[in-house]
């Protein structure tokens, strides 16, 4: 049982446009949300993240915006950018035992066309 | 340059064979872990190491083996090499005080052949 989706496999944006990545999750243990950017033939890098105390966290062009209720979250990336193509994974932990497991999604892989 | 390395970047094996996964940091990070990605799968935790001499399964853990006799390294090992362990494998370390912003070394791409 998947319980964090990204239910876009794939996303294609104009450059200057804004860019939204969806992020679903099932486990109401979940109390940490990250998301990591993967170009091809590296390994993944940690791009921003949110403490479920939170509901907005932003960091120059990326916003990350959590939704407890509807256990949602999104990556908004503004202005998008072609350096901005990459595959997205979003991932969730939980404070309790065994805390410092990341649970992934699947990926969205946004192209940024100029 | 500081990080996480992996060695070696590419291997072909053949059903059967064993082999080691090498994984070091020099960041000082007590957490150390290993995830593979298969296409559609997103990374899945194999077996992940909370400090020198502690070490646990993860949600993959079946034909691994892992052991961490220091705070640097973290080696994979296939027993018994399948092809349904084709994959690349990448490693990951971080502080363990609440730092979840993990980083991760470039990747071990495997065929198993």
């Known amino acids: 049982d998947q319980q964090v989706k990204q239910n876009s496999p794939s996303l294609r944006v104009q450059e200057g446009r804004i860019s939204i990545l969806n992020c679903d999750y099932t486990n109401s243990m979940f109390d940490y949300f990250l998301w990591y950017k993967k170009y091809p033939a590296e390994g993944p890098t940690f791009l921003i993240s949110?403490?479920?105390?939170?509901d907005k966290n932003e960091d120059g062009r990326f916003t990350v915006f959590l939704n407890k209720s509807a256990k949602h979250l999104s990556l908004h990336i503004v202005p998008s950018q072609p350096g901005d193509s990459a595959v997205y994974f979003c991932?969730?932990?939980?404070?309790?035992?065994?805390?410092?497991?990341?649970?992934f999604g699947k990926g969205t892989k946004l192209s940024v066309i100029p | 340059n500081a990080g996480v390395t992996q060695t070696p970047k590419f291997q072909v094996l053949k059903t059967g064979q064993s082999m080691t996964l090498q994984c070091a940091q020099d960041m000082n990070h007590e957490y150390m872990s290993w995830y593979r990605q298969d296409p559609g799968m997103g990374l899945r935790l194999i077996h992940y190491?909370?400090?020198?001499?502690?070490?646990d399964q993860g949600e993959v853990p079946n034909g691994y083996n892992v052991s961490r006799s220091t705070t640097e390294d973290f080696p994979l090992r296939l027993l018994s090499a399948a092809p349904s362990q084709t994959s690349v494998y990448f490693c990951?370390?971080?502080?363990?005080?609440?730092?979840?912003?993990?980083?991760f070394g470039s990747g071990t791409r495997l065929t198993v052949v």
């Open positions: 990951a370390s971080s502080y363990i005080a609440g730092n979840y912003g993990y980083t």
């Open positions: 190491s909370v400090g020198a001499g502690i070490t």
């Open positions: 991932a969730a932990s939980s404070s309790g035992a065994g805390s410092y497991q990341l649970t």
């Open positions: 949110i403490s479920s105390i939170k």
